[in-house]
């Protein structure tokens, strides 16, 4: 059964269950009915959305089967969401819908159910989801949701504004196995007890690793981000060090010696994604880890969907559509000189605007853009939007491009033809090469970087200090770099990290002696524009200063 305190919870709530299956839908009806104040019930996808409509005030959560004749779930809660963003949705789906699966994380669905639906797994969902409600609720009256009131550590919404700010990043989800067991046998203040010496415990574990934070989740669920996507034995280690503190460490409470068990599921963001899928995929490690019986799991794309998500056939129209449409545009970043605090240059960052109208950030569709023959597309349209978009004004402004496209001959001859029409502003643009460990032939990369040079445009090497990169790369290149962007991984903390601070200047004195200028990324606050200046960087770049946008003048007007 749902711990009590839950159940209270979910007494004041209202829910809408939609399945076509009338034996089914009786079936969890009665489970419903047993947990929250009232349940409607919707025949399809249509009925759900009528009711919904004539009532939108009266529904708190929406549990919908995706199948379902005349209007299926996910037309229903893409046309709920155009009204209403936070409403709380679970989709229920067969093993085999992955395209759907992939549908409903893109629509921001807040958990998902596995057909059959057994009465455990309802309850595991629901427990959460239920907790979530609430939580957002108490939100809206009080900032202080953002610490959790019983540990002190910030909270479930302080990590999502945490990984809003954070490209790259290392998440580990930390569940109490049957932790309503200890709640039951010992009673709820000494669960408490046990919950704020687990978090004393994983916080040694956290101190070890630069910028680790802890977080409490409602129920027994703790959240461990490490900003930054660690090498997959560090990952192993910080779960066999979680799982040695408490599995192998019982817990003195009063006359009690309590035994906890946890499971952990860990995903890896190795590029910019969306808040939601960087959760959810760390959830469905965790129901994994569950299913197979292991203490963790590392997320893959083929642990729940049996294709790799990059290549899911979701993508495919999506971007062909968008590319037909021209709805790949470029949003600009200013990059700020910081010897005169003025916006001198810009970056040009591909975004993707939807059928609806909303921005779809580049970490949704790049990655699945680099698998389809469309990347090419994006590319040029990219190019050409930003020679467009600064013919008609003197600053400087740079676009990406990546290792393989340095080398692919169609591209290379594009970008030389548009260079060739456009001279007067190829003077003021500036190569940004992406990926610059995964060059292999540098002979082409040095040709390339010679016939751009030949137009005056600039070359700069992006993400400099992360992964693998180094100077030797840079010298095999050719050493004709003009700028080196310096990785937001180290930039963020060089205001209170000394050993970020010591290689962000190295760096800096070794670019300066090459005749290589530098520009700070992720720059966030004041005190890190403060510190890089002081160690010399030429330029920044980051929210401090502003977020891409789509209106160069609101930066040009400053």
Partial sequence: MLEEQIKEQARCLNVLFVEDDPVTRELIKTLLEKVFARVYLARDGQE?????QSEPRAVDLIISDISMPRMDGLEMMQAIRETNKEQKMIIISAHDETENLLRAIELGVDSFLIKPVFKESLERVLSRVVSD???DRELKNTEKLYVDALTGLPSRVKLLRDLEEIPKSSLFLINIDDFKAVNKLYGYDTGDLVLREMAERILEVVKQYRGGRLYRFPAGEFALMVPEALPEPVIESIACQILHVVDDNPFYIDDYIINVLVTIGISIARRPLIVRKRLFNADVALEQARERRLKYLLYREDLRFPRDYEHNLFWIPKLKEAVQDSRICPFFQPIINNRSGRVEKFEALARLIDTDGSIVPAGMFLGPAQKTIFFRDITRNMLLKSLEAFSRRECEFSVNISAAELTDPETRSFIL??????QKTARRMTFEILESEGIENYEMARAFIREVKGYGCRVAIDDFGSGYS????????????????????LIKNIHQDSRAAII?????????????QTIAEFVHCRDVFEKGREMGIDYSQGYYFGLPGDNLEIF???
């Fill in 504 to 516: 962000a200047e190295s760096i800096v004195n070794i670019s300066r002696k090459m005749g290589i």
């Fill in 470 to 489: 180094n100077f030797v790369r840079i010298m095999d290149m050719v050493m004709d770099i003009d700028y080196l962007k310096i990785d937001g991984s």
């Fill in 48 to 52: 759900g959305l009528d009711l919904f």
């Fill in 133 to 135: 409600i609430h939580r």
């Fill in 556 to 558: 040009l007007q400053e």
């Fill in 417 to 422: 033809h548009q260079l060739e029409q456009n």
